[in-house]
């Protein structure tokens, strides 16, 4: 079955920038969506088709693509970041999703 | 404005079933899809499935199909979710998610989750 992969941590102190990646075969050929889930909470979207910001998501969650890898950045990373982060997207027909195994941001 | 209310939470013995709802507001109902979404204690997100509010089409997670069925009643603007032959390893909060209603793409509303706890 198809997976994606992600570190499964990630840590930074406040104001850096944290970049969390996710690879996958099928990414040149499939949009890629992160998601922010805090403890006790249901995931939110923060960045939906590769780079593509919702309404109401801060100006320092930004996301790219390259080849079979895309990057959720986290410019200025502050306290209220601190959250599992997971990447999403479809196989290569399209038809069945598929999440990465997460990564916890930590910040120091 | 957008809502996902679920149904509450659940104890199932070992090879019973569950069925989750997920009432849905604030938006044309058909004219988006559901995805159901699981997470385990402890564990990461799994994607089980999506279904069409528009026609009923589904797609479901190989290692679930046989097991899981996703419905919709569209008076109701309500979307189903019954797992059957319950596994001790189903114990997990279920969500469902607003989805496209051609495939499955990108969740930008979630229901606030399920518990359904497997145990003898």
């Known amino acids: 079955s198809y997976e994606l992969t992600q570190p499964p941590s990630v840590s930074v102190s406040p104001g850096q920038t944290a970049r969390i990646t996710c690879s996958g075969d099928?990414?040149?050929?499939?949009?890629a969506y992160w998601y922010q889930q805090k403890p006790g909470q249901a995931p939110v979207l923060v960045i939906y088709k590769d780079s593509e910001r919702p309404s109401g998501i801060p100006e320092r969650f930004s996301g790219s693509s390259s080849g079979t890898t895309v990057t959720l950045t986290i410019s200025g990373v502050q306290a209220e970041d601190e959250a599992d982060y997971y990447c999403?997207?479809?196989?290569?027909?399209?038809?069945?999703?598929?999440f990465g195994g997460g990564t916890k941001l930590t910040v120091l | 404005q957008v809502q996902l209310v679920q149904s509450g939470a659940e104890v199932k013995k070992p090879g019973a079933s569950v069925k989750v709802s997920c009432k849905a507001s604030g938006y044309t109902f058909t004219s988006y899809g559901i995805s159901w979404v699981r997470q385990a204690p402890g564990q990461g997100l799994e994607w089980m499935g999506w279904i069409s509010a528009y026609n009923g089409n589904t797609n479901y997670a190989q290692k679930l199909q046989g097991r899981v069925t996703m419905t919709t009643d569209t008076s109701t603007s309500t979307a189903y979710m019954e797992l059957r032959s319950l596994r001790s390893d189903d114990t997990a909060v279920y969500y469902c998610?607003?989805?496209?209603?051609?495939?499955?793409?990108?969740?930008?509303?979630w229901g606030q989750g399920t518990l359904v706890t497997v145990s003898s």
């Open positions: 099928a990414l040149p050929k499939q949009y």
């Open positions: 998610a607003r989805d496209l209603d051609s495939s499955p793409s990108y969740f930008d509303y």
């Open positions: 999403q997207s479809a196989d290569s027909s399209g038809t069945l999703g598929v």
